[in-house]
């Protein structure tokens, strides 16, 4: 028995404890073999050397690739595969003896850095789509669905802008090496010995994990700081019925995100400018309420796609041809679709429209027997009109007045 304790009494000290350091290797868009650029990814080769050299045991490396999430889901899945299979055989290559240690996996897409971004940001093309990106990154599983739906948010320009600016740390392999700073002390060493070199080993840790190329974490507080970002706008436009050129005005009105309202005066007034033979006069006034199934939050897809609308129009009217000719008064009710897409620029609306009703007319028909000669009219409103049918058409030019906004932003530090 004396002598088992004194064998177990004199066996190498081991601390047992395992750490874990993560370093990453960037690579540009597409590209997964960085041989030509060992310098990018010193920090994975300088960490490994450094905790060999102090004498540290290697237990594991594991190699996580990463995508940015642009393009195809599947294509950014082998990506990430091939970045981490190549960051292995570079450690192999200059570490052999780490090869059975070294595992590597592909994990596809990583969303992190665009959440982080997003959060964070003060971009005055990104900041007002804040809430409506991060609902759809959080709501929508599928990765390829998600980036298609962040692409139609904005016209896309605060998809271009993610990117430029988040999207390049999400291409990276990353090593995460499990090591234990544990060099081989016998008790014939003093305490004081042993101390100093697992200080010196804590210390090398210490420098690796400031040299590891690591995002910064942050930290979500309950407090909250406000920021005023300015933004393009525009509540209110201009329109007219290309149709009737230069002989209607209109004016538009978004409420809400899926609702309009419009009003519109009709005054053709046309005539020969000699001997008075025919005549085209109408005056009118219309009002239109128009449900839009696209969602109007983003300005420039506002007043765009699909919509139904409902329509009253009333008003006077004068037609003549070849001296005789009928005036009366009419009221038209009815019910439309439109398809409206944007044009110059997004700037304005180009609106296709048709729609059928109801239409009632009370008039009286008159003669002429000579030029600029008097109205002789056949009795007081002689007879009456009532038809159901197609009763619209419209090729309408809608001119948004554009304006800087400035919205407030809860911005969390």
């Known amino acids: 028995m004396l002598l088992l304790m004194l064998v177990w009494a004199g066996r190498p000290a081991r601390t047992g404890a395992q750490e874990l350091v993560a370093v990453r290797c960037y690579y540009p868009v597409n590209v997964t073999d960085r041989t030509t650029a060992i310098t990018d990814s010193a920090a994975v080769f300088r960490t490994l050397d450094s905790l060999l050299s102090c004498g540290c045991r290697i237990d594991s490396v594991r190699i996580i690739g990463w995508a940015s999430p642009e393009a195809d889901a599947a294509r950014n899945k082998t990506l990430s595969r091939l970045r981490a299979e190549n960051l292995r055989e570079r450690l192999v290559t200059l570490h052999p003896k780490l090869a059975d240690h070294i595992s590597v996996e592909g994990m596809g897409e990583d969303w992190e850095p665009v959440r982080h971004y997003l959060l964070q940001t ?55 090496i499990l090591f234990c700073p544990d060099p081989v002390v016998t008790e014939v060493d ?12 804590e210390d090398v840790v210490a420098d690796l994990v400031c040299d590891t190329i690591v995002p910064p974490v942050r930290v979500i507080t309950p407090e909250s700081e406000y920021v005023l970002t300015s933004v393009q706008d525009w509540r209110w436009a201009l329109r007219t019925n290309l149709l009737v050129p230069a ?11 899926h609702f309009s309202l419009a009003a519109d005066w009709y005054y053709p007034w046309i005539w020969p400018p000699k001997r008075n033979a025919w005549c085209v006069e109408l005056l009118g006034l219309g009002l239109e309420g128009r449900w839009w199934l696209r969602d109007g939050s983003d300005p420039y897809r506002r007043m765009t796609g699909h919509s139904f ?22 009221l038209h009710l009815g019910v439309d679709y439109a398809w409206t897409f944007p044009v110059f620029r997004d700037r304005c609306r180009l609106t296709v429209l ?54 407030r932003e809860e911005v969390r530090p």
Request: glycine share 8%; proline share 5%; with cysteine.
């Open 190 to 201: 003093t305490l004081t010995k042993q101390e100093e070199v697992l200080s010196s080993a």
């Open 122 to 176: 003060r971009d005055a093309v990104v900041a007002p789509y804040r809430a409506e990106m991060m609902q759809r990154i959080d709501s929508l599983e599928d990765e390829q669905a998600r980036e298609a739906a962040l692409r139609q948010i904005g016209r896309g320009k605060p998809w271009q802008r993610i990117v430029e600016q988040a999207c390049p740390a999400a291409r990276y392999a990353e090593a995460l």
């Open 309 to 330: 609308g409902c329509a009253v129009m009333a008003g006077y009217y004068d037609f003549e041809a070849h001296n005789r000719g009928m005036q009366g008064e009419y």
């Open 354 to 407: 048709a729609g059928a009703g109801w239409l009632h007319s009370r008039f009286r028909n008159y003669a002429v027997h000579e030029p600029y000669g008097r109205l002789y009219r056949d009795g007081d409103w002689s007879e009456k009109l009532n038809w159901f049918g197609p009763t619209r058409l419209e090729v309408s030019l809608a001119i948004p007045f554009w304006r800087e906004r400035t919205i």
């Open 247 to 257: 002989a209607n005005v209109g004016v538009l009105w978004p409420v809400g995100r």
